[in-house]
């Protein structure tokens, strides 16, 4: 999968067919949506193209709104884009300048100016342009003049969608990752740079990689004890994280979010790291000795070790 950045780079598409949104987290309906684009891009020997959008629209339209939580960043949006062997995913700066122009323009200057399409595939809920006054509607205007097709995606898709991104970002929030896994189409994932703690899980036997998570937006799990795989430079391990406070140790706020690999010692300070997440274990308690703390971890482990086959 080719990605572009820059508008004014992009190359001469063969018959682009092309779909555009956000796609934080590309779930099961969106890739229903991706293999539609595909299917008839081989049937005018065309390429697929994904466009969406940097940042996230809510987040320069709405810089107070402090709620929004990214399922998938850029990057892991790529990742999984390039897993379904899209050809094309262009990243499309979003700015005021943007935004601001008039739904013609949208639809003269950015998708025929830019990308020439053979056929867009959009749900009939799409808007676009100041004020988000262009829709489905307008686009029809165009497709009669004959400068695309155009297929809409069905209502009840639109209705799926709208449904499964709910679902997983709640199903993330309570700790049901087996649940937001499934809807995922491939589980739940973070990324972040191992950075230093205070040494505590050295202390008892479990050494932690501390991780600050690459993207200030990405959504992270509830608190709790989760079985995982850690992808590192070095290859991949089966672990345990740990979401919280660490309420044995002290009290206050600030959530940690640490990772004990298994089989496994060597130096992670300032690597990036992938966190994989398969079950929540159990919830974070505040136990009333360090000795409580190290048999619920052996307990933890065990577990683990069951789960993963190791």
Same mark, same amino acid.
């Given at each position: $999968?080719?990605v ?7 190359p ?8 555009? *949104?956000?796609?934080? *987290? @590309? ?6 949506i991706?293999?539609?684009?595909k ?10 193209? @994904?466009?969406?959008? !940097? ?5 320069l339209?709405n810089p ?6 990214l ?11 390039s897993?379904?062997?899209?050809d094309?995913?262009?990243v ?9 122009q ?6 003269? =200057? ?7 399409p053979?056929?867009?595939?959009i ?12 829709n489905? %509607?307008?686009?029809e205007?165009y ?6 097709q155009? !297929?809409?995606?069905?209502?009840? $898709?639109i209705? =799926?969608?709208?449904i ?7 199903? #993330?929030q ?7 896994n499934?809807?995922?189409? +491939?589980p ?5 740079q191992? /950075?230093? *703690?205070k040494?505590r899980?050295?202390? #008892?036997?479990?050494? +932690?990689a ?11 799990? %509830? ?5 995982v ?8 391990q089966?672990?345990? $994280?740990?979401? *919280? +406070?660490?309420? +044995? ?9 640490? @990772?004990?690999l298994? =089989? ?10 992938? #966190?994989i997440?398969?079950?929540?274990i ?11 703390? /190290? %048999?619920?971890? %052996? ?7 069951v789960?993963?086959?190791?």
């Open positions: $999968m080719q572009h950045t820059q508008l004014s780079q992009l001469n598409f063969r018959n682009p067919v092309i779909t555009i *949104g956000t796609f934080d *987290g @590309v779930h099961q309906g969106h890739r229903r991706i293999e539609r684009i299917t008839l891009a081989e049937e005018c020997e065309g390429e697929s193209v @994904v466009i969406t959008f !940097e940042p996230h629209p809510r987040l339209l107070d709104d402090q709620s929004l939580t399922i998938h960043t850029i990057p892991e949006k790529t990742e999984v884009l897993a379904l062997n899209v094309h995913l262009v499309v700066p979003f700015t005021l300048e943007f935004a601001r008039t739904a013609e323009a949208y639809v003269e =200057d950015f998708l025929i100016g830019h990308f020439h053979h056929t867009i595939v749900g009939y809920d799409h808007q676009f342009g100041a004020e988000r006054s262009g489905y %509607q307008l686009l205007r497709q009669k003049d004959g400068r695309f155009l !297929e809409e995606i069905p209502v009840q $898709m209705l =799926d969608l709208k499964s991104s709910t679902q997983i970002r709640q199903a #993330i309570a700790g049901k990752i087996a649940e937001a499934t809807l995922l189409g +491939t739940y994932s973070l990324i972040g191992v /950075i230093h *703690g040494g899980g050295k202390g #008892i036997g479990y050494p +932690t501390n991780i600050q998570v690459e993207h200030p937006r990405k959504l992270i799990p %509830q608190q709790g004890v989760y079985a795989w850690v992808e590192t430079e070095f290859g991949k089966a672990g345990m $994280m740990n979401i *919280g +406070t660490n309420p +044995t140790f002290e009290s206050g706020p600030q959530i940690h979010l640490e @990772v004990h298994l =089989d496994w010692q060597g130096d992670l300070y300032d690597k990036t790291i992938r #966190i997440f398969i079950e929540r159990r919830p974070e308690y505040a136990f009333d000795s360090v000795d409580a703390l /190290i %048999q619920q971890i %052996q307990s933890d482990e065990n577990h683990t070790r789960l993963f086959g190791i």
